[in-house]
């Protein structure tokens, strides 16, 4: 394709882009398709003659985006703000445009140095110390998987410069909540700790945030037993209730075994922005890695997640090469990001980022986010004064964890009728809502925060989850 | 930003986006930046005002393009080809736009979908049977790791689900080529096996390619010593010299052993889209896992690296969660892809190769390989005919490893001269080449393959190399 090719087709699908976000409350938020019935709308065999822009186009209006589930709809309250800002889109696509080569400085300075710019202005924002430096992962998965890889040489003495965890006579352990995210056992099984040296550490009944006391006792067993405490991860708005494990005893305590403490703020670090919400944050200086990901809730397009070190140089032991083919005159000079994590080549991540910022500004953000708070609280105030409703969790965020009890419902009849009004709404295309288990029983979690959900969406939402529950549970009564 | 504000920003970067592109020739091809000169260009601060789009632009022309490395410049020979072909770049517009989210089926059937028959339309193209299916990984690095993640559990019988790597008896080795991708000991160390049980295997003296009978008694020694052989990976088109190691030889070897066999094809596998360079792959069949990155060479732009499996349950064994708020009712009839890597959420990446394909199309494509093929050829022959030059080592695809080697200088001396004239033509922006050991010297690898590279630029390349080496050899020659 040539430029004048690209100049002609970009401004068609610019315009494709700008009418799919003009219309998308027109769409189901919940994709209305049965599996496999995308990948029947595609040939089977590669292509055998060169398509048109118009034919693609068609194809992306007729089989892919009824095949997408609307996560920027104003009626998805589903998983977590999954936001992907126009303005930031621009800069995804300068950065796809350029064509730039993230493998050394000396491959695209530029993208190291704006990258170095930016998670400078991101740690500002978020209220951190100059202690911190920062670069863009992928997701928070691979953050808590590069953190975990940190806290094994840490505590192992650099291990992979020897056996490596094979032969290890004394296992390293990892602490965690039961309400950690699903990619935290994953980081630590890929790790090589193995799932018997992680520790599900118990957590306050009513907050559901990790309960130190417990933390130290479990250490304490495992010390005692020849065993080391490595690592332990906090969930800083878990993704069940958005429970805040409490940092600074976790630190504390942690620091007394040496034990590296990973923050895992994946969607609630956007509310560091807001500096009426830092306390929830305290303690987290001590810390010793954190990962947050702006392309959720802060809405920087996927993939964007900050991670923040308070030692660069373990980090880049841990994760360094120094092959004849990437050395030049610049070498330390300048910052590696291939030496902060795990892949060698990087996209320009910061362009999207930068654009985000400059384009909708610190201020419209911080706004929004305050918006979406307030919505949450006010739908968690509707649910807790309503008969036969209860909001399970406390709601420090913008996620509200509801059920509808009707009296006479309970154990396996009460999971059936969640499970009835939530999927009457969800397969009805009309809102998205998760499904998700507390304490052995399925609840609905309301995520509050797409960047077009105003109020008027959340009261059609709670509207609409009366009339379901009052219909489920007219199906679902004794007879 | 609203759509209308967006599709005017659109436009306004489409344009700057192919005006950048025409012009690129007229760019140096190294940045010609110090350490710290793009990030003097920005603000210490977070933005404190909202910027135009006019603003941002100027920002991209006036510090931020001369700090990129013109790796899609005609005359960039450096490290690999990473092609960012235009209708890719549109193929990624539509993704980031769309701004969907994948982390389930669910959460966008069309994502995982589209991937599959991307995946399945590249299978076949590369000639692979149907017995592999593919995924889309960011690099071939973390593909690697996700390889030998998957050869750590088969070794084990799954230690994850107990200690981990943590107190096996046996320690599990690897083994490799000296001419690897420094991302292989990275994967290596980074899923535990530690540096000593890395062997690092000889190589054939003239084709720098693994040597079967020194991998055959490296994996002897170990066994017989009590530990377990539990991976090969084999480079396929080595970074140095496009070395092939002999698939099927060493496929027999670690099937004595029961050992994983990664082919690590990153650059050199769109040869596979070649009929007449496919028999460069033969035996691959028999390998595990198979990675290439179809934004190097072939030009989808970053990221975007195939892993193909032949076991795809024993991946989903090592990588699989299944957390309650993930749960959907199309578990089970539908491809999960977050339990095929490391990664939750994903990126619509599909799309950027399917517009590749069907706008570029396969054809030329194919044409355009043949073309670096038949420049790599002619340049390597001018080398090798030319008094005082060599090339180092065969030349099977389109890398040329060649020095200059005047009468008299040997050793260090060389080691200079070959720096000086390579810095000579590098610092000048004129043309890039890297720089590369082998065997103990620094050498310089021309890699041919930039989208818009003709045999123009080829013979320009050879008279600027001749020059420069002949003014380095005046400025070193012994007084």
């Known amino acids: 394709m040539t430029p004048d090719e690209f100049r002609e087709a970009g401004h068609l699908l610019i315009d494709w882009i700008a009418d799919f976000r003009t219309s998308i409350e027109e769409r189901p938020v919940l994709a209305q398709v049965v599996p496999g019935e995308v990948r029947a709308g595609f040939p089977s065999g590669p292509p055998e003659r060169l398509a048109t822009v118009d034919e693609l186009i068609a194809q992306l209006d007729t089989v892919v985006l009824p095949g997408v589930t609307q996560v920027q709809h104003p009626m998805h309250f589903g998983w977590f703000p999954a936001n992907a800002s126009l303005a930031s889109v621009l800069g995804d696509l300068v950065s796809t445009g350029i064509g730039s080569l993230g493998i050394t400085w000396q491959s695209s300075p530029a993208l190291t140095e704006v990258e170095e710019v930016v998670c400078e202005w991101m740690r500002e924002l978020c209220g951190l110390s100059p202690a911190w430096r920062g670069v863009i992962q992928d997701t928070a998965s691979t953050a808590c998987l590069v953190a975990m890889l940190c806290a094994r040489e840490r505590a192992s003495d650099f291990s992979q410069n020897r056996g490596g965890l094979q032969g290890e006579e004394h296992p390293l352990v990892v602490y965690a909540s039961p309400q950690c995210h699903s990619s935290v056992p994953k980081a630590v099984l890929l790790a090589g700790f193995g799932i018997d040296n992680l520790r ?7 907050t559901y945030a990790l309960d130190p006391s417990a933390l130290r006792a479990a250490m304490a067993a495992d010390a005692a037993a020849g065993r080391r405490p490595a ?4 969930g800083i708005g878990t993704t069940g209730t958005t429970a805040f494990d409490p940092i600074a005893a976790c630190v504390e305590i942690a620091q007394e075994y040496g034990a590296w403490v990973h923050v895992d703020a994946a969607m609630a670090g956007a509310a560091m922005l807001l500096p009426e919400m830092r306390h929830l944050f305290d303690g987290i200086e001590g810390a010793d890695s954190i990962s947050w990901n702006p392309h959720k809730w802060m809405g920087t397009a996927l993939d ?16 360094s090469t120094n092959p004849s083919y990437l050395r030049s005159a610049a070498d330390g ?36 986010l305050r918006r979406d708070l307030d919505n949450a609280r006010w739908f968690a105030d509707q649910v807790a004064s309503e008969p036969g409703w209860r909001v399970l ?17 309970d154990g396996d009849a009460l999971d059936g009728h969640t499970l009835a ?18 304490d052995g029983r399925w609840m609905v979690r309301v995520s509050v925060g797409v960047e077009s959900t105003e109020r008027r969406h959340v009261e059609a939402l709670w509207r609409m989850i009366r009339d379901a529950a009052s ?9």
């Open 200 to 206: 599900h550490v118990d957590v306050d009944p009513v």
């Open 231 to 234: 690592a332990v991860i906090l």
């Open 304 to 319: 964007c997640s900050m991670y923040l070190t308070r030692d660069p140089e373990h980090l880049i032991r841990v994760m």
């Open 333 to 368: 000079q300048v910052t590696q990001y291939k030496d902060w994590g795990i892949q060698l080549g990087r996209r320009f991540r910061a362009l999207k980022l930068w654009f985000h910022l400059e384009l909708d500004g610190v201020d419209a953000i911080r706004a929004r």
């Open 393 to 409: 969790a406390p709601v420090p965020l913008q996620t509200v964890c509801i059920r509808h009890e009707p009296p006479g419902l």
């Open 421 to 438: 009004w939530l999927d009457r709404i969800n397969s009805s295309g009309a809102a998205f809502m998760s499904g998700s288990m507390l």
């Open 471 to 479: 219909v489920a549970a007219g199906e679902t009564a004794p007879a």
